[in-house]
């Protein structure tokens, strides 16, 4: 599941975070020293960081914090998980319950995808 966030509650850390604007490409960036990667959502209605989230899991092989920040919304929260990203700063007004909740809907997927990677009929 995601660490999900409240806007405003995001705790200071002290890692080395490479914020990557929308038209990056993730495939080029060094990711050498980096703990997290911040991919925003100017708008609920852009997905490029999806698909940034996807390359970076999955041909990058990245294993670090893959942070959502910007327009967050509570239902992108399954498909966020599912291409790779493991938090998430929710929009101001959203509630984190809400967004746990989520996940309480889906418990399994057929396909596989950027965290569990067999389908549903392959796994023990």
Same mark, same amino acid.
């Given at each position: 599941?995601?660490?999900?966030?409240?806007?405003?509650?995001?705790?200071?850390?002290?890692?080395?975070?490479?914020?990557?604007?929308?038209?990056?490409?993730?495939?080029? $960036?060094?990711?050498?020293?980096?703990?997290? $990667?911040?991919?925003?959502?100017?708008?609920?209605?852009?997905?490029?960081? %999806?698909?940034?989230?996807?390359?970076?899991?999955?041909?990058? +092989?990245?294993?670090?914090?893959?942070?959502?920040?910007?327009?967050?919304?509570?239902?992108?929260?399954?498909?966020? @998980?599912? $291409? +790779? %990203?493991?938090?998430? $700063?929710?929009?101001?007004?959203?509630?984190?319950?809400?967004?746990?909740?989520? %996940?309480?809907? @889906?418990?399994? %997927? @057929?396909?596989?995808?950027?965290?569990?990677?067999?389908?549903?009929?392959?796994?023990?």
């Amino acid at each position: 599941m995601i660490t999900i966030l409240a806007a405003g509650a995001v705790p200071a850390d002290h890692l080395n975070v490479l914020v990557l604007a929308n038209d990056a490409d993730p495939l080029e $960036v060094s990711l050498e020293g980096i703990d997290r $990667v911040e991919l925003d959502f100017p708008k609920f209605t852009d997905g490029r960081a %999806f698909t940034q989230a996807r390359l970076l899991r999955q041909r990058r +092989g990245f294993t670090g914090d893959i942070r959502a920040t910007g327009d967050v919304l509570v239902d992108q929260l399954v498909q966020m @998980y599912r $291409v +790779g %990203f493991s938090s998430a $700063v929710l929009k101001e007004g959203k509630d984190p319950a809400d967004a746990e909740r989520q %996940f309480a809907r @889906y418990p399994a %997927f @057929y396909q596989g995808d950027a965290v569990v990677t067999q389908p549903l009929f392959a796994r023990n």
